[in-house]
C-alpha cells in the first residue's frame, strides 16, 4: 500500500543532486536530512533536490529542508528545489516557504543558475 | 463503521502512535473522503491535514519512547468529515500549561499554517487521561 521511497544521487555539471521520489514524511524523512549533511560533508556548498517524483510532504519533510537550506547558506552556497508536482507546490504556497527556496522547473536550470 | 453522535457515519482507526503508521492514517483518511465524495482537491488537502493532526499526538510520545496507541475517529458530519485522534495516556510533563502538546517552533508554525489553510476548524486539548485533536473540513459539492 505505501509508495516506494527513493533518494538517488548525481552530479549535474558537478553539483550534486538529490532525486527524491515517493511521500516524505516524518518516518522518512530522517533520509534525506541525513543525505543532505552527507553532501555538506563532501565539501558541497550547493546542491539540488530534485521533488519533481515527490508525491507527498509534511510539515516534517519541511523542517528538513528548512534546515538544510540554512546549513548551504551559512557555507555560501545554496538550497535549489525543483518542483513540478501540484501537492509539493501547495504545500509551498500555504506555508510562505514559496518566497524562501530558489525553486525551479527541471534539473538542468537548477544547475545552470 | 458506526453512526456517529450527530447521527453520521464513523469509521474509527486504531494503530500504534509511531512515524511508520502515519501513511496509514492519511491514506485510510483519503479512501473514506473519497467514498464520502469529496473533490481529488479535497481529499488531497484532507490527506496532509491528517497527517499535521497525527503529528501533534505522536511527537510527544515520541520524546517519551514509550509505546502509545492512536486513535482516529473519521466522520461525516452534514457535509464536513470531522477527524478526531487521541493517545492514550500522555505523560503530564509531554504537554504545556495550556494544553498544547510541545513540538519543535518551527515544524509546530508549519504544521499550525498547514492545518489553518487546509481545513475550516482545528484543534487539539488535553484530558487528565489524553491528549487530542481534531479538525474539520467541509465538502463543496453535495453528495447525491
Known sequence: MEEVFEIAEYSD??????????????????????????????GYSTVVVDLSEVTFLDSTALGVLVSGLKRFRSAGGDLRLVVTGRNVTKVLEITGLVEVFPIFDSVSEAVST | ????????????????????????????????????????????????????????????????????????????????????????????????????APQPTSVSDLSERILDALVDEHGSERTDSQLSAWLRKGRSVAAP
Open chain 1, 13 to 42: 555539471d558537478s553539483t550534486p543532486v538529490l532525486s527524491v521520489r515517493g511521500e516524505i514524511d516524518v518516518s522518512t524523512a530522517p533520509e534525506l536530512r541525513d543525505r543532505l549533511l552527507g553532501v555538506a560533508q563532501d
Open chain 2, 1 to 100: 463503521m458506526s453512526e456517529g453522535k450527530g447521527g453520521g457515519e464513523t469509521v474509527e482507526l486504531l494503530l500504534p502512535a509511531t512515524p511508520e503508521r502515519l501513511a496509514l492514517a492519511r491514506t485510510t483518511g483519503a479512501a473514506i473522503a473519497s467514498r464520502w465524495r469529496f473533490t481529488y482537491d479535497e481529499i488531497a488537502d484532507l490527506r496532509l491535514a491528517i497527517d499535521e493532526l497525527c503529528l501533534t499526538l505522536i511527537r510527544p510520545a515520541q520524546q517519551e519512547g514509550e509505546p502509545r496507541r492512536l486513535t482516529l475517529a473519521y466522520t461525516l458530519d452534514g457535509s464536513s468529515m470531522v477527524v478526531r485522534g487521541q493517545v492514550d495516556k500522555p505523560n503530564p510533563a509531554a504537554v504545556n500549561g495550556d494544553g498544547q
